[in-house]
């Protein structure tokens, strides 16, 4: 005896052209989104102020200013420091921006991102 299943029931052919559309619309979202946030800008500093950096959505450093006051020809070491603070903070903030916002694309299906976040 041969039981039939109504169509799109038990992952017939209807069942999976909707999920290969709708894999296709996430997956334009996310290149739309990834696009807008490679496209913004942040700005983020450390020690206060004294350091501030610009970046891109891309992790590109866009600028860094530097306080007058911070500057001391003796002591070099503290004033890398502080960028390498700055950078590591704009990074992350790029990052933890990326992620929030392709987490509203995936939900709770935690998709890997694969776009290098």
């Not at 029931?9 to 559309?21: C, I």
């Not at 496209?39 to 610009?54: D, I, L, P, Q, T």
């Amino acid at each position: 005896m041969k039981v039939r299943l109504p169509k799109g029931v038990g992952g017939g052919p209807s069942n999976m052209q909707d999920m290969l559309r709708q894999a296709q619309k996430m997956q334009e979202e996310i290149q739309e989104k990834q696009a807008e946030l490679e496209a913004r800008e942040y700005e983020v500093s450390a020690g206060g102020g004294v350091v501030n950096v610009k970046i891109n959505g891309k992790k590109e450093i866009l600028g860094v200013k530097i306080a007058e006051e911070v500057v001391d020809p003796d002591d070099i070491e503290t004033l890398e420091d502080l960028i390498v603070a700055a950078v590591n903070e704009a990074i992350g903030k790029v990052e933890a921006d990326a992620s929030a916002e392709m987490s509203k694309i995936t939900g709770p299906m935690g998709m890997p991102g694969g776009m290098g976040f």
